[in-house]
Every structure is written in structure tokens, then in C-alpha cells.
């Protein structure tokens, strides 16, 4: 069967779970596994990234592919059997924020990767159907910057109001495992998919040298983390704001979450402290604590214009808060108009200027050809996430700060120093593309 056909062939199965699970909401599958076919290996292998970094077993996606064919037909006949062990995740640190607090994540070997993925395939199919419209983290067609519309269009639509601003602490390492069996009790029951869910979630995290294992979490990380954390909050938050929340709220309100990120937006104070009061207990209830210092609630008001503001005695003048790396406030259009602006928040700028300078520091004896193919393509990279309309004038100064960084790094890689003159004749050879330049034609990067 040609590469092409099998695809139909997955697609068309995709399709007729999906649709089962679409027209019966209630329905509890226990036969998903048979699916999982040796066609269906392959395609989860070709949608598995093959640069990542490799897991405990040191092996590489092209050491795998040397072999694929038969790799894949022993991983299958381990999983239905159910003798596949699933090995630890090797953990790295990554950082977070600012200072020098990092995030833990697991990194799976490369054939756990593809198994992950050929069960994700199947789950997504039937939990798609039933995730809610405020949820946009690792879901097919959705992403951060339909997170951010959403949150600007639902403000507007307000007139702003109180923004929950909340943080779950630690997440990743808190997930419940009792209760999210019982969240997938709910959906699927399929012996084969669980008994490999279960030994993912037991493999452990080997972490300098020594595995270690935990009745809760998942590594963060991991191909199938970001379904099972989805599932956790959309039973957690999502469900319970949308079915028991709204319903007793006397204004409008709206969630919108990515992954573990969320915000909710209420037209009234009231409302609003009503959620902030019973939230936490919620979140009690299944093993999650927000954090204290980074969960708020803003006031987030559109501002009044003068002469309203005389008449009440003034106003007060509105917060500001923080999502997926933006930060949001109301300020004036072009055309004098209160609308929610947008701009990357300071966090996210030091971060990614210290990991430019420490790039240059680090690179800074390679050929310079090399160097400017790098630096374009991470200025590229920052430019195409962060931008968004309102925000050119983040993507100028961070371009500003990447040319600093790269002249300061070549004035320090030899005795003659490099005077300013100098770098720009080498500036005029190795040009860097300003920010208009690098994003694509139907992004609007002037203010609204």
C-alpha cells in the first residue's frame, strides 16, 4: 500500500471514531486498540518530530529509521501483547521566567515518542469532540495567538471588567493519577490503551543518574502529557466553569486556557470575587493549589473618557495582565479609541535577550556567515510569535538588543577591538532583516 492510500486509510478511521464519539457524548469506548495497526506505527512515526533530543537509551530517530519496518512490527505485537515496557524519561531543565527558576521536563526515548503519538492519534479523536471552545493548548487547528484573540475580542465585547489572573502551581507534577483514571473512566476503557497509559505514567524519571518514580504528575514534556493535562482541566475548570459556574453568574463571563495557562474574564467585581472565593477549593478537591503570589484579580475596566470621569469623581485607572507571554492593557488607538493593547511582557523579553547574549558569547569564534544565518533565524522565530498587532514596537527593540549582543560578542573574540565603524560595514554584508521584513504578509503589525 503506498504512503498516500495509508494515510486516507488512518484519516478515514480518525474520522469514524471522532464521529462516534461526536454523536454519542456519553458513550464509553472499550475497543480503540485494534486500530493501532502497523500502517497507523508508521504514520506516528512520520508525524514524530526527528530532531528532538534522545532519551535514556541514547538512541536517535535515525538510528531507528535504519530499521524501521521491523522496529515498528516488535513495538506493535509488545503493545497489544502488553509486554512493552515503557522506559523512564531522561529530565532536563529549562528556564522559566526570570532568575534562575527552570521547569522540569521529561524527555521519552525515541520508539516511546512514536508510541505516544499512535495512542494521542486515537484519544484525540475522541476527546476533541468533547474539549470546550475556551480550551487552545496542543489541540489540532488551535493556537496561542487564537488564545490571545479570544481574550481581546471577549474584553472588548465587555468593555473589560475583572480579569482572574491564575497560576497553577506546579501542575505538571500535581496531576492526580487516581483521579485522572477516573476522568478517562469516563471516555475510554480500552484494556490495551490503559495498560500503556498506566506504565507511562509509573516509568519514572531518571534524574541525575537515579530513577525516581511518583504517585502523581506527568513529565512535562512527554508526547501524550499534553492530552492527559488537557482531559485533567477540561473535567477540573472547563466542565465545571461552563456547566455550574456560568449558569449562577449575573453578568458575562469567559475562560479561555491554554494547557495550564488560563485566564477568565467577568463584567462584574462581583461575579468576578464570587469565582476568585471558590476556586482554590476546587482545585482542592483534585490535588491542585494556585499559586498565591501569582494568582490575582485585576481591575481591567475600559477607562473613561474626561469629562465622564469628572462627573464621577474620577477613575480609577486600570490594571494590566499577563498571558502566554503578552502582556495586556488598554491604551489608545491611532484613531483615539480605549482598545486592549498587547505587548510582550518584560519576563518574556529579558529571557529572550539573555538567551541571544549568551548565544553570541557562545558562538562567537564561528564564522560570522554562520553566525548572521542563526541570529536571522531566531530573530525570525521571536518576530513570528510575537507578532502581533500593536506590538512592532517589542520586535524593534528586541532586534535592537539581539545587534548589541552580536556586536559586543565579536568585540570580545580577538585583541583588535571592533569599533562601531567596523561592525556596521559588516552589518551593510550581513544585513539583519528589520521586523516588518520577517513577518508574513497577512500579519498587521501596526496599531489598531
Not at 31 to 42: G, K, Q, R, S, V
Not at 216 to 231: E, F, K, R, Y
Not at 241 to 264: H, I, K, N, S
Not at 290 to 298: F, G, S
Request: glycine share 8%.
Amino acid at each position: 500500500m503506498t504512503k498516500t492510500s495509508g494515510f486516507e486509510s488512518i484519516s478515514t478511521k480518525l474520522e469514524r471514531i471522532a464521529k462516534q464519539a461526536r454523536e454519542a457524548p456519553g458513550m464509553v469506548f472499550t475497543t480503540l486498540a485494534h486500530h493501532i495497526d502497523i500502517e497507523w506505527l508508521h504514520e506516528a512515526y512520520r508525524r514524530t518530530r526527528k530532531s528532538g533530543a534522545v532519551g535514556v537509551d541514547g538512541q536517535t530517530a535515525r538510528d531507528y529509521a535504519a530499521n524501521l519496518d521491523e522496529n515498528l512490527r516488535s513495538l506493535l505485537e509488545r503493545f497489544k501483547s502488553g509486554r512493552y515496557h515503557a522506559p523512564p524519561v531522561r529530565r532536563a531543565h529549562i528556564p522559566k521566567g526570570e532568575g534562575r527558576e527552570t521547569r522540569p521536563i521529561g524527555i521519552p526515548t525515541f520508539e516511546d515518542k512514536v508510541l505516544q503519538r499512535a495512542v494521542t492519534m486515537v484519544l484525540e479523536a475522541v476527546y476533541e469532540q468533547d474539549f470546550r471552545d475556551g480550551s487552545y493548548g496542543f489541540r489540532p487547528g488551535r493556537s496561542a495567538h487564537q488564545a490571545l484573540d479570544a481574550v481581546w475580542h471577549g474584553t472588548m465585547k465587555m468593555g473589560g471588567g475583572w480579569v482572574l489572573e491564575a497560576d497553577i502551581q506546579g501542575f505538571f507534577e500535581a496531576l492526580d493519577h487516581r483521579h485522572l483514571r477516573s476522568f478517562l473512566d469516563e471516555r475510554v476503557r480500552d484494556g490495551v490503551l490503559r495498560r500503556a497509559i498506566d506504565k507511562w505514567l509509573k516509568a519514572g524519571v531518571l534524574d541525575d543518574g537515579r530513577v525516581v518514580r511518583s504517585e502523581d504528575g506527568t513529565p512535562q514534556g512527554g508526547v501524550i502529557s499534553p492530552l492527559l493535562a488537557n482531559l485533567y482541566l477540561h473535567c477540573v475548570l472547563d466542565v465545571w466553569f461552563e456547566d455550574v459556574v456560568r449558569p449562577r453568574l449575573r453578568g458575562e463571563a469567559l475562560l479561555v486556557r491554554y494547557a495550564d495557562d488560563f485566564v477568565a474574564v467577568f463584567a462584574l467585581e462581583e461575579d468576578a470575587r464570587r469565582v476568585m472565593d471558590v476556586l482554590p477549593k476546587r482545585f482542592g478537591q483534585y490535588g491542585l493549589t494556585l499559586h498565591p503570589e501569582k494568582t490575582r484579580l485585576v481591575p481591567f475596566q475600559r477607562p473613561r473618557s474626561r469629562p465622564d470621569a469628572k462627573r464621577s469623581g474620577g477613575s480609577r485607572k486600570p490594571g494590566t495582565f499577563d498571558l502566554l507571554g503578552f502582556t495586556h492593557f488598554w491604551g489608545r488607538s491611532q484613531k483615539g479609541r480605549w482598545v486592549v493593547k498587547r505587548k510582550t511582557a518584560r519576563g518574556r523579553m529579558s529571557r529572550a535577550v539573555r538567551t541571544i547574549d549568551q548565544w553570541c558569547k557562545d558562538h562567537r569564534h564561528r564564522p560570522v556567515a554562520e553566525q548572521h544565518q542563526v541570529l536571522v533565524g531566531k530573530l525570525r522565530g521571536h518576530c513570528l510569535y510575537y507578532g502581533i498587532i500593536g506590538n512592532y514596537g517589542s520586535l524593534v527593540m528586541f532586534r535592537f538588543m539581539l545587534i548589541r549582543a552580536w556586536w559586543k560578542a565579536l568585540d570580545r573574540r580577538s585583541q583588535r577591538p571592533m569599533w562601531w565603524h567596523r561592525f556596521k560595514r559588516l552589518l551593510d554584508r550581513f544585513p539583519v532583516p528589520h521586523p516588518r521584513e520577517l513577518l508574513p504578509p497577512w500579519s498587521a503589525s501596526a496599531n489598531p
